[in-house]
């Protein structure tokens, strides 16, 4: 098994390698000078650009470039931005929690609301509540991201007045930024009325974390109804019902947790959906986080942090994917040996 | 003593082409996405000739007028105006041009080159396989949407440029798709039969595979298409999209945002465009799924 | 009394053609502690009786009977919750594929917890640990599986497939049923472990009073190992009696033919002879003739055969055929 933990380690290695390529090319294809887009520096002073050609090798062919340009950004060195001027690592640092934050909630919410009706209709296969779980399911998954956030936006917040619709917090309340997310800083800090900062908190999150958790919802729904369904159809089963066990017995403690690793894996693979609709979300709720940033850079042409963003999304993505593989094969005996044997 | 193979033979046994078909005939809701899926292809193509107005003429003296079914609206303006006057209806029928139709195209030219590539990639072994398993995960690691994005930013914004972005977007996923359905078949003991009847690749691929997979291939097209037309949307929503002056869904639904509160069939009617068509081709998809999966009875 | 009494169970689903009879009024009849063999083809409907009789048919197949009673206790007109209490408790069932009835991702030790009747346990709770793995041991020291430790700690997939029917088998009889259906319990497992099966149930038998339905479509496990046979052709019984009797004097042209298809190697075998079997094949679902469902294939079949012949009863033992083969026994 740990054997398998190493090559599955070496494959994200390769992974983000070729990524840090792939964005590489991209950045010599943007418009304007190479060592301005890489490094952020406009018009550079004479000693910046030496300096900037000695870290970056701007003077090498492409392949010491490529190292470098890895080189650095390893260090945490990303440049600054055009727009702020700042250095991009620490606006990442600043947005990345929120992002993190938004799509944690969401990812909870979908697995909580998804895996009941998912087994539900899997359990009751061509009866109405089958039919009616896989009708939300797909017109769920139909709603686009932006006009369901529009839409929420106009009824709850404009027309009843619920819930606030931008950003993350009132300014009101400041809470110092420790770890970035609102709930740990807000217990961390030592404010007067944190019990109000609590609320106002969770009523800004409200609204962007359902718009965002809907369409991961629907897929939880119907990748759990598939798998459920599987798993019932095999011999098993049939023989656990032979010998008297009670279908609660059968469903939660067999044909679920033998479910789970096919769930587990497929989710894993629609991350980079919930990344894209959190984006939109963050535009429409005014949220500070990576998608907003990110947007807006794209508007302002702001070269190194598209670039920097892409690395941070794609790289987060492989991330989870890969801690999720690892994480299947080391709970599940089947597949764990079925990997050790072919090694 | 019956010597003949089928001994009933008045009855014709149907293909498992023809099963299939008949199978998805007898789900009406996706029977019912595809008439959608066949009107908005229709609508698409005769857009220019059914629309009661050119798309971006203003109406300096009808400004927000709401939809005909409104006590304030007028039936010559269907489906009511924006803020500078344009009839929302015939930049309806002209956005399934773009949203749509842009959609189709750009989901069958990617599926060309991604189920050439997939194939050759799934058809091959060892190191070459692992190597483009391997660009295969980095590419398809960067969302869709932001691959769009930076290509649109990249090349800026033009109708062609969306088009070509998202169908480049959309390449790894036709790839991933294919090269899995593939290597699922290869080990298949019918194949090793028709190698060992003396199959070269090509033949194996054409007669064997490609028959049995092409199911696989049909659902993820319904599923790119899906994919195809929420990012043209989601581009034109975030303004990153189709340039100003030409009509797409999204590009209206952001216009309509400001108005949302005095005028909000600005924001309802593109939404609900972008949501039925959508639907209509999940229910495509879910149907010929279904299809499938019930198999030939 | 018998302790299983089937009488016209049919089975049938709704297909697409309309609905199909895949049982047709099958009568079965165990005493206590016989063991009778179910016999027939791949497609005859055997396993579909045994999973009626269990009840783990799911929504599509329609069961229906005159008489479908264990130990006097009508099946049919059970609660699920009553038919789930009779299950596993007195009537068991062990299946063709041992593998893969087991749960892949428990170990057989977790599964064999789960099958103890836990009623039974009249020792404290910090007691039942070792209570449960005394019986447990005694369990698969009963099946024949000495290394009790290692087999407890592993997964089904490290385990042969005769390992596994043992520990299924061993599952089974922790509530000392007295009835086990066995659904070809040996057909993927390997020779020598096909004995040591074989012995057990017969050991079951003997020392325990369980009577035994077999289901098999080999006739040399039935010679050896049953006392009467139930021998069933496309959902129909075709003839039922005493092994011996059978093997030695078959009334039903279907019941012959199987037993002439078994290769005499005791006899020399013409060069290049044909192997005598019944030409034809079993009928699909689709097209079941009507009447007697081996009339196309029958070398004795007449135009009575449009009809379903009714069960006779002839020394000792029933047959349904319009035109059996006694008379040709008895003038020759």
């Known amino acids: 098994m740990w054997f398998y933990i190493i090559r599955r380690f070496n494959l994200f290695v390769l992974t983000v390698a070729i990524l840090y390529f792939l964005v590489f090319l991209m950045l010599h294809a943007m418009p304007g000078d190479f060592a301005t887009n890489i490094s952020g520096q406009q018009q550079p002073s004479v000693e910046l650009l030496t300096e900037l050609t000695k870290s970056y090798q701007l003077d090498k062919n492409w392949f010491n470039q490529y190292i470098s340009f890895i080189n650095q950004r390893i260090h945490g060195e990303f440049g600054v931005s055009f727009t702020t001027g700042q250095s991009i690592w620490q606006e990442i640092l600043k947005f990345l929690p929120a992002t993190v934050e938004l799509c944690l909630y969401a990812t909870i919410i979908a697995l909580i609301v998804g895996f009941p009706l998912g087994i539900l209709a899997a359990v009751q296969p061509q009866k109405p509540a089958d039919f009616m779980v896989l009708g939300v399911s797909l017109v769920g998954y139909s709603i686009p991201v932006f006009w369901l956030g529009v839409i929420a936006i106009m009824y709850f917040g404009l027309e009843l007045q619920w819930l606030p619709v931008a950003g993350r917090l009132n300014l009101l309340y400041q809470v110092p930024p420790i770890t970035g997310f609102t709930f740990l800083d807000i217990w961390l800090s030592n404010l007067q009325y944190k019990e109000l900062a609590y609320r106002d908190a969770f009523s800004h999150l409200v609204m962007p974390t359902l718009t965002l958790a809907l369409i991961p919802a629907t897929m939880v729904i119907r990748i759990t109804r598939t798998a459920v369904r599987e798993e019932l159809n095999a011999n098993y089963i049939k023989a656990s019902q032979s010998r008297g066990l009670s279908p609660a017995t059968i469903i939660y403690r067999h044909a679920l947790p033998n479910a789970l690793q096919p769930i587990m894996s497929q989710l894993s693979l629609q991350l980079s959906t919930l990344l894209t609709s959190a984006m939109v979300t963050e535009v429409i709720f005014s949220w500070p986080g990576i998608g907003n940033w990110l947007i807006d850079a794209i508007y302002q042409r702001d070269y190194p942090v598209i670039s920097a963003g892409l690395l941070i999304c794609a790289g987060f993505i492989i991330l989870v994917s890969v801690l999720t593989d690892v994480i299947l094969i080391a709970t599940t005996p089947k597949r764990r040996s079925a990997v050790d044997g072919s090694n | 003593m019956a010597r003949t193979n089928s001994i009933y033979q008045e009855e014709s046994i149907p293909s498992p082409l023809q099963q299939i078909w008949r199978n998805f005939l007898s789900y009406p809701v996706a029977v019912i996405g595809s008439w959608v899926f066949g009107l908005l292809v229709v609508a698409s193509l005769i857009a220019p000739f059914i629309a009661p107005y050119p798309p971006h003429f203003q109406h300096t003296d009808a400004l927000l007028v709401p939809p005909s079914w409104h006590p304030n609206g007028h039936i010559a303006y269907f489906l009511g105006t924006d803020d500078l006057g344009r009839d929302i209806f015939s930049n309806l029928l002209y956005g399934v041009r773009t949203t749509f139709g842009s959609s189709l195209l750009v989901t069958i030219s990617a599926a060309f080159f991604g189920i050439i590539l997939g194939v050759l990639s799934g058809m091959s072994k060892g190191l070459k396989s692992s190597i483009l398993n391997h660009i295969l995960d980095a590419t398809l690691a960067i969302p869709s949407l932001l691959l769009a994005i930076v290509l649109v930013a990249i090349s800026g914004q033009s109708l062609s440029n969306v088009m070509m972005a998202v169908g480049v977007a959309l390449v790894p996923q036709f790839m991933r798709a294919t090269h899995t359905a593939v290597h699922h078949e290869l080990p298949r003991e019918y194949v090793v039969a028709a190698k060992l009847d003396g199959a070269n690749q090509i033949q194996v691929f054409f007669h064997v595979i490609l028959p049995n997979i092409l199911n696989a291939l049909v659902v993820q097209t319904t599923l790119a298409i899906s994919i195809a037309i929420i990012d043209i949307a989601t581009l034109g929503f975030l303004r990153i999209g189709v340039p100003a002056p030409t009509s797409e869904w999204g590009v209206m639904l952001a216009d309509g945002v400001d108005l949302i509160f005095i005028a909000p069939w600005t924001v309802t009617i593109p939404g609900l465009a972008i949501f039925v068509s959508v639907l209509a081709i999940n229910l495509v998809g879910y149907g010929l799924q279904r299809a499938v999966k019930e198999g030939f009875g | ?332």
Request: net charge positive.
């Open chain 3, 1 to 332: 009394m018998p302790l299983l009494d089937i009488r016209n169970l049919s089975i049938e689903f709704d297909s697409p053609q309309g609905r199909i009879r895949a049982v047709d009024r099958v009568n079965i009849s165990i005493n206590p502690g016989e063991i009778m063999g179910l016999v027939g083809e791949s497609g005859s409907g055997k396993s579909l009786v045994a999973k009626a009789i269990m009840g783990i048919l799911n929504e599509r197949w329609h069961v229906s009977a005159d008489r479908l009673r264990y130990n006097g206790v009508d099946l049919l007109s059970l609660s699920a919750k009553e038919r789930r209490k009779l299950m596993g408790r007195e009537i068991a069932m062990v299946f063709q594929e041992p593998k893969s009835s087991l749960d892949p991702n428990d170990t057989v030790g977790h599964q064999l917890h789960e099958s103890l009747p836990m009623e039974e346990c009249k020792v404290a709770f910090f007691r039942r640990h070792k209570w449960r793995n005394e019986k447990i041991r005694a369990l698969l020291h009963q099946v024949g599986i000495r290394d009790h430790e290692q087999v407890m700690k592993s997964y089904p997939h490290e385990l042969s497939e005769g390992i596994c029917q043992k520990v299924m088998i061993a599952m089974t009889i922790a509530y000392k049923p007295r009835l086990l259906i066995a659904d070809e319990p040996t057909t993927v497992i390997e020779a020598g472990a096909q004995a040591q099966i074989f012995k057990l149930f017969k050991k079951l038998n003997q020392l325990n009073e369980v009577s035994i339905l077999l289901i098999t479509h080999d006739l040399e496990h039935v010679a050896n190992w049953t006392e009467s046979i139930t021998v069933m052709y496309c959902g129909q019984t075709v003839e039922s009696g005493l092994t011996k009797h059978i093997f030695k004097e078959p009334y039903h042209p279907y019941t012959m033919a199987l037993l002439q298809s078994m290769p005499h190697f005791d006899e020399m075998l013409g060069h290049k002879s044909q192997l005598s079997a019944l030409s034809g094949c079993v009928p699909s679902l689709q097209h079941l003739p009507i009447g007697c469902r081996l009339g196309p294939r029958c070398p004795r079949a007449q135009r009575r055969c449009v009809k379903v012949p009714h069960m006779q009863k002839a020394h000792g033992h029933f047959f349904s055929c319009h035109f059996p083969l006694i008379d040709d026994q008895e003038s020759s």
